[in-house]
């Protein structure tokens, strides 16, 4: 099961990918998210339904992804080739239009395997093999610290995986870990007694 995955380095893979320029390139993993936090976005199929819209919003929040040092790589179990012919197309046309980020191809399935999020028939709505809509943030040193999984018919919120790795950053930085709802620019909690009490005596109105 992924949720065993919190807390170990993400399973490292070696696999055709098209890069962010069109090109169909060989890709590691851990070459990939060196010294940098990596946002690993697994969806079902190219050619779909919910996945376009993932996708683009993924593309349109990059260059704020790039400034918090956040390596974007989306994988499915589409061939490079169905993933070029996908950003080929033009989002007015059904496409994903040419997305700033590493698609990867996991035509086998070994990847969606090796993370524990491959469909199985009758257990979920996705079609049998193919990627879940899962999304795993792995810090600088490529541990994984946050997993989320969703089932088919339901999108993904890219702003939500923004505050999480900004949280992250938060605690690494200040030592202080993040209470429900924290955003940017507010204040963390230090985790001890006195700490948590402070922190509830100020804020537990506005939770």
Same mark, same amino acid.
């Given at each position: 099961?992924? $949720? ?6 993400? =399973?490292?893979?070696? $696999?055709? $990918?098209? &890069? ?23 969806? #079902? ?6 996945? =376009?819209?993932?996708? @683009? $919003? !993924? ?8 400034? !918090? ?10 061939? #490079? ?9 033009? #989002? ?10 590493? &698609? ?6 070994? @990847? ?8 199985? =028939? ?9 990627? &879940? ?15 989320? @999984?969703?089932?088919? #018919? @339901? ?12 949280? !992250? ?9 993040? =209470? ?8 963390? &909690? ?18």
């Amino acid at each position: 099961m992924s $949720a065993f995955l919190i807390g170990e380095k993400a =399973p490292d893979f070696t $696999a055709n $990918a098209v &890069m962010a320029n069109g090109d169909i390139e060989e890709f590691n993993l851990n070459d990939a998210i060196a010294n940098k936090y990596g946002l690993l976005f697994f969806y #079902p199929l190219d050619f779909t339904f919910v996945c =376009p819209s993932e996708l @683009i $919003a !993924l593309g349109n929040r990059h260059d704020a992804l790039r400034n !918090l040092n956040v390596q974007v790589i989306t994988v499915s179990t589409d061939s #490079p080739h169905a993933h070029r012919a996908w950003r080929n197309t033009d #989002p007015n046309d059904g496409g994903i239009g040419s997305v700033p980020f590493t &698609m990867v191809s996991d035509i086998d399935g070994n @990847i969606v395997t090796k993370y524990g999020i491959r469909a199985v =028939p009758n257990r979920c709505l996705y079609d049998a093999g193919t990627a &879940m809509r899962a999304t795993f943030i792995t810090d600088r040193d490529g541990v994984i610290r946050s997993l989320s @999984i969703n089932d088919e #018919p @339901i999108g993904r919120n890219i702003d939500e995986h923004m505050r999480t790795i900004e949280a !992250l950053q938060f605690f690494e930085e200040n030592g202080e870990v993040c =209470p429900a709802g924290w955003n940017k620019g507010a204040s963390g &909690m230090k985790n001890t007694a006195e700490g948590v009490a402070s922190y509830l005596k100020a804020n537990h109105e506005e939770l």
